[in-house]
């Protein structure tokens, strides 16, 4: 009788185990799907963008993530069809827009997004390769924004190169119909033009040369006569091999 009462024992006392066992195990899957869509007992596939647009803050991420985790919560699943989300829900018409453009936004933001073949959604992680695809889509970006701008730059230099010896020509062809010049002896040093052929015939378009010249940070030199002998170049942007000078002393 006492063998029968201890066997009785060891009997209840495994199956109070067993209970306590399935019990502890099924609290922590539950608590592991609630909380990363775990849901290792089917295939599956990963979804994510080889061109990334931008990788989203921490903040955008886990909006759009708590997003879809209410929604499939809901009923809602999620298949990609030709590279597009698409949503649907045994229980209801239609398709979901607020989860389809969750999943849009993380696949764009560098996520990526794991399905399986029901559609439940198994995680949702930032892709590995995210943040090296973006860097490298961003270094061609800025190398083509840096050759844009040594381009502009260039043209721009062109531009003043071609300034430049515009109006030298303009000068040249002044000083060759006889004007001549000076800057006068106030603080703001104007420019005073005249004809040798007739003292009161000034040169508003010499003026305007020499000014210009001037303001580009280039020399204007004449003799004591007023006649325009040269340029310095003040500026290393400029140099003087590049442009033709002319020979002003004839």
């Not at 067993?18 to 979804?47: C, D, G, L, P, Q």
């Not at 002896?185 to 003026?207: A, Y």
């Not at 004449?222 to 002393?249: A, P």
Given at each position: ?250
């Amino acid at each position: 009788m006492k063998r029968w009462r201890n066997l009785w024992i060891v009997i209840c006392f495994l199956v109070f185990a067993f209970i306590i066992a399935v019990y502890m195990n099924t609290e922590h899957s539950s608590t592991s799907n609630e909380s990363s869509f775990k849901n290792e007992n089917n295939e599956v596939s990963r979804w994510y963008s080889r061109s990334p647009k931008t990788i989203l803050t921490d903040a955008d991420a886990e909006t759009n993530i708590n997003n879809m985790k209410a929604i499939q919560k809901s009923g809602w699943k999620l298949l990609i069809q030709d590279g597009q989300p698409v949503s649907f829900n045994g229980n209801a018409s239609g398709r979901n827009e607020t989860m389809e453009k969750s999943a849009i936004n993380l696949i764009n933001g560098g996520y990526e997004i794991l399905l399986d073949n029901d559609g439940n959604i198994v995680d949702i992680k930032l892709n590995k390769d995210a943040e090296q695809l973006l860097a490298k889509q961003q270094k061609q970006i800025q190398n083509q924004q840096d050759q844009e701008k040594q381009n502009q730059e260039q043209n721009e230099h062109d531009r003043q190169y071609s300034i430049i010896q515009n109006n030298i020509d303009d000068i040249h062809r002044y000083v060759g119909n006889g004007y001549r010049f000076k800057m006068s002896n106030d603080e703001d040093g104007t420019v005073i033009t005249w004809n040798i052929h007739n003292k009161s015939d000034n040169s508003p378009g010499l003026e305007y040369s020499i000014n210009k010249l001037i303001n580009m940070g280039i020399s204007v030199k004449s003799d004591n006569e007023g006649k325009i002998t040269g340029f310095t170049f003040n500026q290393t942007d400029f140099y003087e091999d590049k442009f033709n000078l002319y020979d002003m002393t004839k």
